[in-house]
């Protein structure tokens, strides 16, 4: 298993990945399908060539993608002290391998090395109990939950607002 960060010439790898997440666990993201779809690949490419405070981690086994997580620096000055979690996800080959904890780890590792990071910030749908302990044992604790935060397939979902001090 290698982990890397993803350049632009992975946009079409990831813009698929990611749309393979949406479709099988579309409880797990608060972007949907077809919001996701309707963003052309220049974007995701743009997007991918971004500084060094904003980046997409890929787990890949030979050359196929199997679990990716994304990070982002808060750009506005009074809040570049804080760095966001998002995207995290791990194909089901691979779950309980690992995997998610290795990627949770770089991205954790590469953000403190930003020097106005203090602390990161993730959301995680409080359904979702493996990924919710995986963060508790990486450190993360949980500051409150949204009740109702995202509507899917008919469901009305709460989302747990988590934390990691530097």
């Known amino acids: 298993m290698r982990i890397r960060r ?11 990945f990611r749309a393979h997440a949406l479709k099988v666990a579309p409880e797990a993201f608060g972007e949907a399908l077809e919001e996701h779809l309707r963003q052309p690949v220049e974007t995701t490419a743009s997007r991918l060539r971004e500084g060094d405070s904003n980046f997409v981690l890929g787990a890949f086994e030979g050359a196929r993608l199997c679990g990716t ?14 760095g966001w979690i998002w995207g995290m996800f791990v194909d089901e080959p691979w779950r309980g ?3 998610g904890r290795r990627l949770l780890e770089e991205a954790i590792s590469r953000a403190r090395e930003l020097p106005e990071i203090r602390q990161i910030q993730l959301s995680v749908v409080a359904t979702q109990t493996a990924a919710r302990r995986l963060y508790s044992s990486l450190g993360f604790k949980s500051w409150g939950v949204e009740p109702r935060a995202l509507f899917v397939d ?3 979902l709460d989302e747990e607002h988590m934390v990691l001090k530097l």
């Open 69 to 82: 997580v994304g990070f982002y620096q808060d750009p506005r000055i009074k809040r570049r002290q804080k």
């Open 6 to 16: 993803l350049g632009a010439s992975d946009a079409h790898a990831f813009r698929d």
């Open 97 to 99: 391998s690992g995997v």
């Open 154 to 156: 008919g469901r009305l």
